[in-house]
């Protein structure tokens, strides 16, 4: 079992920042593969950024074309937390922020990829 707690949504001007992190506890945090979804309201949740280790010491990264550029998806795998720093957010942005653990390595830009969730943090970007 993995835990994962996430923290630092709020409220922000459009142009604004949030760093976003997700505490896990449980299993080997360098195991898993780890995500970060989003969900606004009315609407399906969506994938936003992952990442994996990639041979060696590298991570692979890869983001939603809607967050490439203003998003960085990062962990630091000895305090066993995953970040998502936001920049240039916009209002559209404004959704409930969850992040994931994965043990698989493939498809992880969908949800039905992940084996744990957080309980997710709200973001919401004024215009």
């Known amino acids: 079992q993995v835990q994962l707690v996430e923290s630092g949504g709020g409220w922000v001007q459009a142009g604004g920042s949030l760093r976003l992190s997700c505490a896990a506890s449980?299993?080997?945090?360098?195991?898993?593969?780890m995500g970060w979804f989003r969900q606004a309201p009315g609407k399906e949740r969506e994938f936003v950024a992952t990442?994996?280790?990639?041979?060696?010491?590298?991570?692979?990264?890869y983001y939603a074309d809607s967050v490439k550029g203003r998003f960085t998806i990062s962990r630091d795998n000895a305090k066993n937390t995953l970040y998502l720093r936001m920049n240039s957010l916009k209002p559209e942005d404004t959704a409930i922020y969850y992040c994931a653990a994965a043990a698989r390595v493939s498809g992880l830009d969908t949800s039905n990829a992940y084996d744990y969730w957080g309980q997710g943090t709200q973001v919401t970007v004024s215009p």
């Open positions: 990442t994996r280790l990639s041979g060696g010491w590298t991570y692979y990264l």
């Open positions: 449980g299993r080997t945090f360098s195991d898993y593969a």
